[in-house]
């Protein structure tokens, strides 16, 4: 036990003499010029969905955020419309991050209860998908995961690269 602990102590003050390393950590990545969301880890495509954006250029906010709430058949409070329920505009998963100084429980990705508006500019802000496809990203994003929105020609990868330059950037 000693050993290890001398390792760690070692590691631990070795550590900034190391060079930067890529992060392992996955990130979703949302373009609006292109209506999808894709997530990346360890460079690696796991998953890529079609979705609708806001209305408008300025609804659905851009830049790095975090996921922050994490909610299955998410409860519609504007309208007092329960989880589950085939009203609900949410759909079965809400993914929330804090976009605009807020808590993950007004910008969010979701699913939705009209699936004609995937790949449309029609929302209020959020980013929609269907239901079967945010249920399958609920289920691999972890609290705290790096949510990057873009409105970007560039490819999904350059985006990737792009991000995880910002998170070698940081480690400096």
């Known amino acids: 036990m000693i050993k290890l602990y001398s390792f760690l102590l070692l590691f631990s003050l070795l550590n900034p003499l190391l060079p930067p390393h890529t992060p392992a950590e996955p990130v979703i990545i949302v373009n609006k010029a292109t209506h999808e969301v894709v997530l990346y880890q360890s460079d690696k495509v796991l998953f890529k969905a079609p979705a609708a954006i806001g209305k408008t250029k300025d609804l659905t906010p851009e830049g790095q955020f975090n996921v922050k709430v994490k909610a299955k ?45 995937i790949g449309k500019s029609v929302s209020a802000g959020c980013i ?34 792009f991000w995880e330059e910002n998170q070698l950037q940081k480690q400096l």
């Not at 504007?78 to 429980?105: E, M, Q, V, Y």
């Open 73 to 117: 058949d998410p409860y519609y409070r504007k309208k007092d419309i329960p989880g589950g329920d085939p009203k609900n505009p949410l759909g079965s998963r809400w993914i929330g991050f804090d976009a605009r100084g807020t808590d993950g429980r007004i910008y969010g990705i979701h699913g939705t209860n009209q699936p004609d508006s």
């Open 128 to 161: 929609r998908m269907n239901n079967k496809d945010v249920e399958a990203l609920f289920d691999m994003v972890p609290a705290e995961a790096d949510v990057l929105i873009v409105d970007s020609k560039k490819e999904m990868p350059d985006l990737y690269r």
